[in-house]
């Protein structure tokens, strides 16, 4: 009957609440974005699964890479928010650094690093940098 809900779709409707947090841009930060990451991704996934077990992987890679970014190149206080799509995840990382993120050259002899904005812009749909006032903006869509 047309009128007979398929499966459980009640779950597709239920709220998940955005998250909201802000650090104070030391190097135990990236861990406290990873950690709060977590959180949000597993009551999505209560609600939404995600289609992938990577969906998950990939989103708390991402957002380790961007407070880790946020601690190494804005100096200061960041914030993280995160959201709900219809199809994914939304990321936002506020830092104070009006900067825009370049990709460096990967260096393993200089101490590593230079592949996380390469990351980022593989793993994400969509990736975009707004000027703040005060900093910018990184915006990035993942699938979930």
């Not at 709220?15 to 909201?20: H, S």
């Not at 009006?98 to 590593?112: E, K, L, Q, T, Y």
Request: a negative charge.
């Amino acid at each position: 009957m047309p009128d007979e809900p398929r499966g459980d779709e009640s779950l597709a409707f239920q709220e998940v609440p955005n998250l909201v947090t802000s650090f104070a841009g030391e190097p135990h930060d990236v861990t406290g974005a990873r950690l709060a990451a977590e959180e949000f991704l597993r009551e999505l996934a209560q609600v939404t699964p995600p289609r992938a077990s990577e969906c998950y992987h990939d989103v708390l890679l991402i957002v380790a890479e961007l407070a880790a970014n946020a601690v190494q190149y804005a100096p200061g206080p960041f914030e993280l928010r995160m959201r709900r799509t219809f199809d994914g995840v939304h990321v936002t990382l506020h830092d104070t650094s009006s900067a825009r993120p370049v990709p460096r050259p990967f260096s393993p002899s200089g101490g590593g690093g230079g592949i996380g904005w390469y990351l980022i812009d593989t793993l994400c749909t969509q990736v975009s940098v707004v000027p703040a006032g005060d900093g910018k903006d990184v915006h990035v869509f993942l699938p979930w």
